[in-house]
């Protein structure tokens, strides 16, 4: 059975940066997609990034591209994003999840089939 499970969330002061991480149980990265949204309360969770099963391409939201940064590592079916110059607005909870097996990005939450249960981040000084 898949799971995803997300840490590195926390409060960081704004300018600063985080790393979070997201692990894959139950299956590779060569054969599942994962990408990253986040949610504030009373709004539906955005899509920020998406990278590709195997070695398929990265897809970003234009709302996040440039300050948010997604990555993998095959060995340790790890997906990382990478938060730089976070913002008060950036406070969230973020979320990884996966599409079904052997299937393309997506940034739409309908997209996804299987969901970790978020690391939360405070950005404020």
């Known amino acids: 059975q898949v799971q995803l499970v997300e840490s590195g969330g926390g409060l960081v002061q704004p300018g600063g940066s985080l790393r979070l991480s997201c692990v894959l149980s139950?299956?590779?990265?060569?054969?599942?997609?994962v990408a990253w949204f986040r949610q504030v309360p009373g709004m539906e969770r955005g899509g920020i990034a998406c990278?590709?099963?195997?070695?398929?391409?990265?897809r970003y939201s234009d709302s996040w591209k440039g300050r948010f940064t997604i990555s993998k590592d095959n060995t340790v079916k790890t997906v990382y994003l990478h938060l730089n110059n976070l913002k008060p607005e950036d406070t969230a909870v973020y979320y990884c999840?996966?599409?079904?097996?052997?299937?393309?990005?997506?940034?739409?939450?309908?997209?996804?089939?299987?969901w970790g249960k978020g690391t939360p981040v405070t950005v404020s000084s």
């Open positions: 999840a996966a599409p079904s097996y052997n299937r393309r990005c997506g940034l739409s939450w309908y997209d996804m089939d299987y």
């Open positions: 139950g299956g590779t990265l060569d054969y599942y997609a």
């Open positions: 990278v590709n099963k195997g070695g398929g391409p990265t």
